[in-house]
């Protein structure tokens, strides 16, 4: 199974910002700390940007600024913006109607996964980018 790395990227790229205090960043350089490609970086850079966690500032010294206050973001904070606020999917395939497990397996599926990801939500709202930083 492939693992979705992004709000893991976007956690990273938070607490880089975060530890500038208030520097404005390149994106080279916050690719350089993920060790990751830029255009991946500022791909992530523009949701975060458009949540109004980050601001871009344009020009030869422009670069990334944090601009809300890493102990009031959350990884909860970072997944909404990333639009990922579903953890788990049903598979799209149709149910064989023939088979009884296949025919309640999306609903039963579904009650699963929205009890898990409500335990996940919670965690993810008391988990600041505060918290990520080194101490």
């Not at 990227?9 to 520097?23: M, P, Q, R, T, Y």
């Not at 944090?66 to 973001?73: A, E, H, Q, R, Y």
């Amino acid at each position: 199974m492939i693992s979705n790395t992004r709000l893991a990227v976007a956690a990273h790229i938070v607490a880089v910002l975060a530890s500038k205090k208030g520097e404005s960043v390149k994106s080279r350089y916050v690719a350089g700390s993920v060790n990751t490609n830029a255009a991946f970086v500022r791909r992530i850079l523009c949701s975060l940007t458009k949540a109004g966690i980050v601001r871009a500032e344009m020009g030869k010294s422009g670069g990334f600024k944090l601009v809300k206050d890493p102990g009031k973001i959350t990884l909860w904070d970072l997944s909404v913006a990333l639009g990922e606020e579903r953890l788990f999917a049903v598979h799209k395939n149709p149910a064989n109607p023939c088979c009884p497990v296949s025919r309640g397996m999306k609903e039963s599926l579904g009650r699963a996964f929205s009890r898990v990801e409500k335990a996940a939500q919670a965690q993810m709202k008391r988990i600041s980018v505060k918290e990520l930083l080194p101490a």
